[in-house]
């Protein structure tokens, strides 16, 4: 085989239709996600994009709408215990998980229920 991955280009999670103001207030505003303009042909469809480094999280309208709950992304994170204060300070529910050995971490869900892990690696 001659081809080669690169990178992951964006994840997609979906989001019933007129929510993008909701993905906002959670992935902006308290995940700190920075949101990315959407091309002008691809507003049409709906949904919002965010960014952090190089990655891309798009928040994508799907009707009938069903949130992931088993599927879902993962970001590796530093401090997670800050992360997973301001989360619960934000009135949004965590769920601890210590069945990954040499990691701490967390899932929680976002407004739309779709699972999001949140993990970070323990130095030894």
Request: net charge negative; aromatic share 12%; proline share 6%.
């Amino acid at each position: 085989m001659s081809f080669i991955f690169k990178a992951i280009a964006h994840i997609q999670l979906a989001a019933p239709k007129e929510s993008e103001d909701v993905a906002r207030e959670f992935f902006r505003d308290i995940l700190g996600f920075n949101e990315i303009e959407k091309p002008v042909e691809l507003q049409k469809r709906g949904g919002v994009w965010f960014g952090f480094g190089n990655y891309q999280i798009h928040i994508g309208i799907e009707e009938p709408f069903s949130p992931a709950k088993k599927a879902h992304p993962a970001f590796e994170v530093e401090k997670i215990e800050e992360l997973k204060q301001h989360i619960i300070n934000n009135g949004v529910d965590v769920i601890e998980d210590d069945n990954l050995p040499g990691a701490k971490r967390f899932y929680t869900s976002d407004p739309f229920g779709n699972r999001i892990e949140f993990l970070e690696w323990i130095k030894e």
